[in-house]
């Protein structure tokens, strides 16, 4: 049940000859999943070229949607505007679906949820605002109210158009601090007054709790690195928010499958997550979020410190070397992390191996039992060497398979490194 990602641009420029020529070559791929919509990521990241691609030496995404629908005509008041190449009438899924080969594998969408270019006439109440009164761009409310409607009638449309029954869904969380640019301040988010309603509710003062963030964020300007990492810790106030945070996202995901499952009872959703050390701070409850999908995959990434963008925040903060050590050695502390490595030594080799088995492991506690967990493999920005000691780490965790990320950044020698490794098990 391995799979892989597929990004629309690799669709439409590679087309799905070459794509299952080289997926072939891996040995292990059952599942496909190929994107609905983008995100704003340069593609690869963060530099480089895609090795494969005749058309594009990189793409950056735009945000927008890659499929068909009828949103824009059925309800205007929130929407993921379409890029270009569906307004010309290419469909990259149905240029998948149409190829021969596709029925060899499980098909399963891949939707981004609350981080794109969205628009509409009720597009502000449903935008994410951070402490200090800030819209975070691009960026949706996992309690904004038009949210949970607007995706579970383009998923009911999306299966009734494809056949597809499964989505992966992704972008389930509040804002991390990267994205277009660094962008710390979008963590202490949402205040938007839906928000804020369900903060008054609950008992959350939200006076003290910025004041509570505007006291972290001067100890960080301040260069009192170790002392914010402590106060966040003990504020009553700031982990509050942490559950409230969670406990949104959870009622989002909740909402989308009650909201889907009596008008089609065979839509399944799994989920895209961060690994548990980050996955907290952003709003990603495994416990809850398990009750209503069996099936998750996040990306313990040792390379890259997990998916995040560690270097570009340790840089943001720190501006010489003696700073950036600082930084880094807080931002350990404050994730949880016991590594005992440098700055200098993370930007060369990322985090040890072992953070693969201590990630799948902390997701096997804290997800639903049952639970069938994916463990994200990077394909980019890595040797081959060091993509097979990935691969048989997270083979050897508590993970029940991988999903590597992703298809049209990988040289092709990763594609036989795959498929060399899974001759050899």
Known sequence: MAGIHLHPHDIYDEGPEQIFRYIEQMGDIRCIFPEMNT????????????????????VHGNGRLHIPHGLLIADQNLYQKQDEMILSGKDPLFILQTHKKHADYHIVPWLNVLNGDFAGHRLEENQVIDFRGR???????????????????LLLETTERYGWDTYLIDRIRYPDWSGEKINP?????CFCRHCRNLMAEQGLMETQLIKSMERFSQLMDDKNYDLAVSYFRVSPALQQWVRFRQESVSNLVEKLVHQIKPLNPQIRIWIDLWPPSYAWLLGQDYARLTQYANTLKHFPYHKLGGGADVQGLIEYFGK???????????????????????????????????????ENKKVRTLSQPGTFIYSGIQMWNISPGELEEAILAARQSEADDVIYYCYGW?????FQTVGKVNNKI
């Open 39 to 58: 995100i704003f990521e340069r593609n690869p990241c963060p530099k480089g070229e895609l090795p494969h691609n005749p058309v594009h030496s990189f």
């Open 135 to 153: 819209t975070v761009p691009h960026w949706l409310c996992p309690n904004g109210p038009d949210v949970v409607p607007m995706w579970a009638k």
């Open 185 to 189: 301040a979008g963590i202490f988010s």
């Open 320 to 358: 010489s070397d003696n700073e950036k050590e600082e930084v880094f050695q807080a931002f350990l502390k404050f994730f949880g992390f016991d590594f005992n490595i440098s700055y200098e030594q993370f930007q060369q080799s990322g985090y040890p191996l072992q953070f693969i088995h201590t």
């Open 410 to 414: 990988a040289q092709v020698e990763h």
